[in-house]
């Protein structure tokens, strides 16, 4: 099978919209009024399909199809309704401009306007969007089955990737680990990478995944200095690794290799190079399946060519806490929760701070999230968002870099929001690690790296005014309404940790 690949030097941007490259997408554009040409190459000499979506599904999506059958090439725009074959648009907003086959290949090329006035077309924002692709072995258009995806990718600010010549990489990985007969299986790897003797920079983050139906997402951490043993075992057993919670480099279902910007890098070596590390993988294991097993990682990549800054991971948002209860009921269309991180605590830990500039966001929920805003607050007032999703999907959890750099200022707050529904469910939903359980997090990338790793909140649910009969099962929606509210008058307890707690 020969890898889809395209070359056309108007369109500088290239992603393969696939873990196996055999779909791959060409875009450019000159301005941001104007037109957007996109190349699509992939291995089949059958249909082909494009679109993009509101979360990832075909329900709400602006698609094109088309191929290169026996009377000739064939190209619509269309949209769809539901998960059934798409409806042909009144208005074809899409030119085809080309189309062939060659080598096992179709490669289409066709272009649209970046604002289109078309109701039934997706609108192209600078922000992140949800691509998808289908395609089939003939030119009769029938349900793809496994020929599909989905990728998430910002068109109009994307940041291509830099080639390297001489390629060097650290190795986080574990190594054929039993994977129990369990839901929910947390495995951690407390681990010293070999030495570097200078201080170097990690520029790109690629997964190494053996089995993508039970790897959800990883996490690397680096130890304070008192974490001086490796292990290999269950996460959150009461072991010093625990302590580990100053985030490096993180890999969400859905994702794929993450690029850093030119002028920043991920430190490591030089002082830090007897510094442990722990490697945290989540297993999400809901058919109980028994004799897996599994050796995923991370690949990071490293260069001796120093950038200008250094960059760091700001855990956000509200993390759960034993002592302290938080349920979220059943039957609920929509509820939503809060952590708040207030900078102004920062001055105690780091002086004279410097102004946080962020780069990229990841969010993260489990099953139940539908939306995740990420707010940021100046003296009072919202100025941004500096992460937003109005379409969560679970298994759509990419690091997603911003439009454009936001600069996080001493005292400024930032408010992490979670949209969840419950209503096909029976039973409360607690805070906590289980898939099935919920989290609340944004993680922000920034530079220049700074000592503090982590700044979430909880409320005070052991506040007097809160009292038992608030920990809900009910599904009444008006009781629902007031539990929510309620939760929202309570004081956050804020936790600010640095590298060496």
């Known amino acids: 099978t020969k890898r889809a690949g395209a070359s056309d030097p108007t369109m500088p941007f290239m992603e393969y919209l696939d873990q196996d490259h055999l779909v791959c997408l060409k875009w450019g554009f000159d301005n941001l009024q104007g037109n957007i040409t996109f190349k699509l190459v992939v291995n089949t000499t059958g249909w082909v399909g494009f679109g993009f979506s509101p979360n990832g599904e075909m329900t709400g999506s602006d698609i094109i199809m088309g191929g290169l059958g026996p009377s000739g090439s064939y190209f619509k725009d269309y949209h769809a309704t539901g998960n059934s074959m798409p ?46 692709y289908a395609y089939g072995p003939t030119d009769e258009i029938t349900y793809h089955g496994a020929r599909r995806g989905t990728k998430e990718v910002n068109l109009l600010n994307y940041i291509p990737r830099m080639i390297f010549t001489n390629v060097n990489y650290l190795s986080a990985t574990v190594d054929n680990i039993t994977v129990p007969p369990i839901h929910t299986y947390y495995h951690c790897k407390v681990m010293k990478f070999p030495p570097l003797n200078t201080k170097h920079h990690i520029y790109q983050v690629e997964p190494v995944i053996e089995h993508h139906d039970i790897v959800h997402h990883m996490l690397l951490y680096r130890c304070p ?18 302590a580990c919670f100053a985030l490096v480099a993180t890999w969400g279902v859905g994702g794929g290799v993450s690029e850093l910007p030119e002028n920043a890098g991920i430190p490591v070596g030089g002082e830090d190079s007897t510094t442990f590390y722990r490697l945290e993988i989540h297993y999400n294991n809901p058919n109980t399946e028994a004799g897996r097993t599994d050796s995923s990682g991370l690949r990071l990549y490293y260069t001796a060519q120093l950038r200008q800054h250094d960059v760091g991971i700001l855990s956000t948002g509200l993390l759960p806490l034993d002592h302290l209860q938080y349920n979220i009921p059943p039957k609920a269309a929509q509820f939503h929760t809060y952590g708040v991180c207030n900078t102004t605590v920062f001055s105690q830990f780091v002086n004279p701070m410097p102004d946080l500039q962020v780069f990229a966001v990841l969010l993260h929920t489990h099953l139940a999230g539908r939306k995740v805003r990420v707010g940021h607050y100046r003296n009072g007032k919202q100025i941004d968002f500096v992460g937003l999703d109005e379409n969560y999907n679970f298994e ?24 969840y529904s419950t209503i096909n469910r029976t039973g409360t ?16 990338f920034y530079y220049p790296a700074i000592k503090i790793t982590t700044c979430i909140s909880h409320p005070e649910t052991m506040n007097p005014s809160m009292n038992t009969s608030y920990q809900m099962t009910t599904s009444d929606q008006d009781g629902i309404a007031e539990y929510e509210s309620l939760l929202k008058t309570l004081p956050q307890l804020q936790l600010v940790f640095d590298e060496d707690v």
């Open 87 to 132: 409806l042909v648009d009144k208005q074809q907003s899409y030119t085809l401009l080309s189309l062939n086959e060659g080598e096992g290949q179709t490669i289409v090329t066709f272009e649209r306007s970046i604002q289109s006035c078309d109701d039934q077309d997706f609108h192209i924002t600078a922000k992140a969007i949800k691509l998808i």
């Open 429 to 444: 939903t607690k805070m906590g690690l289980a898939t099935t359980d919920e989290m609340c997090l944004a993680f922000l």
């Open 225 to 242: 200095s008192f974490v001086t043993e490796p292990y290999d075992k269950p996460c959150y057993m009461g072991d010093i690794g625990d």
């Open 396 to 419: 759509m959890q990419q690091i997603i870099n911003l439009g454009n750099i936001k600069t996080i200022k001493q005292g400024d707050e930032i408010a992490v929001e979670c949209t």
